[in-house]
């Protein structure tokens, strides 16, 4: 699933030029992701175009890490929409988290996170993508397999935990992270009644999340 145009229906120099963008979006999640502080001008090396070709879509280092984060957001949002339709409500939340560590939305988050300052729609659609979680935790709750002292701010944590698994070849790190991901959710359902250790998280208690 993707929130960024199909080049492929546009025709001539449209189609071109947001095929473009697509080189350098994905050049630049390379490049930041391996170095948050990397300049500008390796994307463009990496994307192999011209400087003045990237700096005409993205005036600044700041535009282009605010798009990947956007259309990251967005991607996330979509997931939870899509999410909502399952019936059941932990398989909706679940499935959803399957989803979400497939997408890797938040490798970005974690390492672009306090770079750059977020536009109000940003803001917007990160509230929207709260209430979407809320929903499916409270979903999750009603089905009763879900543990009572799970909160919507512990599914970030575990989306970042599953980004933060990385090896060298993207298919097993796409193994890894669902082990590991398998491993998180038997911990949120109801196997014990065991309290969480230490109160919840908070809004804005992991800092530098913009």
Known sequence: ???TLDPAGLPGRRGQAARNDLVILEAAREVFLADAKAPIAAVA???GVGISALYRRYPGKED???RLCHDGLLLFIAEAEAAALEPDGWLALTGFLRRVVDADVHSLTVHLAGTFTPTPEMHASAVRAND???ELVDRAHASGRLRRDVVVHDVPMILEGCAAVRADDPERTRQLRHRHLALLLDGL???TDEPLPGPPPVPGELSGRW
């Open 1 to 3: 699933m993707s929130t």
């Open 45 to 47: 090396e990496r994307a």
């Open 64 to 66: 282009l890490l605010r």
């Open 132 to 134: 979407l979680v809320a």
């Open 189 to 191: 359902g109801l196997a």
